[in-house]
């Protein structure tokens, strides 16, 4: 498995519309082949600074998605929201670890900032 985290930052302003217009798109990649799981997330001290992180079965299924031609129309709807071109990184685990889930397990739950 790996994790692409691509990290954008969004003209001042916009943020709500951009939220809104990933979430939406998400949606449409959750079949993809290969696709596992996918989190946006914004930056609580720069709130113009948004990540998706996404976890794939491996580099050649985000590769095939990353230079899709799905991938690129999705990039030209988020287009007209950022500040400068996406970054984006993959990476590879090579070691885990995990609290005591009987000391600090947590139900899932979506915050808001």
């Known amino acids: 498995m790996i994790k692409v985290i691509i990290e954008r930052h969004i003209?001042?302003?916009l943020e709500d519309a951009y939220q809104e217009t990933i979430r939406n798109l998400m949606m449409t990649i959750t079949d993809r082949?290969?696709?596992?799981?996918g989190d946006a997330y914004r930056?609580?001290?720069h709130p113009n600074h948004f990540y998706v992180i996404s976890n794939w079965e491996n580099i050649g299924c985000w590769d095939k998605w990353c230079n899709s031609?799905?991938?690129q129309h999705m990039l030209s709807e988020l287009a007209p929201f950022l500040e400068s071109d996406e970054k984006y990184?993959?990476?590879a685990l090579k070691v885990s670890y995990e609290a005591d889930?009987?000391?600090y397990?947590?139900?899932?739950?979506?915050?808001?900032?």
């Not at 082949?33 to 799981?37: A, D, E, I, Q, S």
């Not at 397990?105 to 900032?113: D, E, K, N």
Request: proline share 14%; aromatic share 10%; glycine share 6%.
């Open 43 to 45: 930056d609580i001290h």
């Open 11 to 13: 003209a001042e302003g």
């Open 105 to 113: 397990a947590r139900p899932t739950q979506t915050y808001s900032y």
């Open 33 to 37: 082949p290969g696709f596992l799981k």
């Open 101 to 103: 889930p009987t000391k």
């Open 69 to 71: 031609p799905e991938r």
């Open 89 to 91: 990184t993959v990476l």
